[in-house]
């Protein structure tokens, strides 16, 4: 963007419910798909430790911090899927404490609604520390980035030729 005006819109998003997720992303798509728009959805991942009254540990991930990230990426695979009634239906079951779980339901919606051909893919994971007892904290980070393409979502990936002639999809 360097060198080029731009202007941020701030677009805070509260406790809400998963209609209203799908409401605003619909809302937004059009948005989605004007290639002069950038979106940033920003969020923690799991907070975990008595502090934030989230202790979930399941004994056979391993250690704390091990069943804390095994919990992270089964969302972190439902994102990038983008299956919008998994994503809810892991959120009402672990209670994950995503602090931005609403703000990625909404990108989620808008990208579905948009009806262009999205592939979302998290690049890095992070706790802030690893928890080894029950007394511990810790917060998740993880990053993720959406490439968008002009084609729509319905339509498949085009074949890719290589100079050999071999055809990879």
Same mark, same amino acid.
């Given at each position: 963007m360097q060198g080029r005006d731009f202007t941020i819109v701030p677009i805070v998003v509260g406790n809400t419910s998963p209609a209203i997720e799908k409401q605003v992303g619909e809302l937004l798509a059009p948005f989605a798909a004007d290639p002069a728009n950038f979106f940033v959805v920003s969020s923690d991942f799991c907070h975990w430790g008595a502090r934030f009254r989230y202790q979930r540990y399941k004994q056979e991930d391993g250690p704390i911090h091990a069943s804390i990230e095994q919990l992270d990426r089964r969302g972190m695979a439902l994102i990038e899927k983008q299956d919008i009634p998994a994503f809810d239906s892991y959120l009402r079951?672990?209670?994950?404490?995503?602090?931005?779980?609403?703000?990625i339901g909404v990108l989620l919606n808008m990208l579905?609604? !948009?009806q262009l051909h999205a592939e979302i893919s998290f690049t890095r994971y992070a706790q802030s520390s690893p928890c080894q007892r029950m007394t511990d904290s810790s917060v998740s980070y993880a990053s993720a980035v959406v490439n968008v393409s002009d084609r729509p979502a319905s339509e498949p990936a085009p074949a890719?030729?290589?100079? !050999?002639g071999q055809l990879h999809s």
């Open positions: 079951e672990t209670q994950n404490t995503i602090c931005g779980r609403h703000p579905a609604a !948009s890719d030729v290589t100079a !050999s």
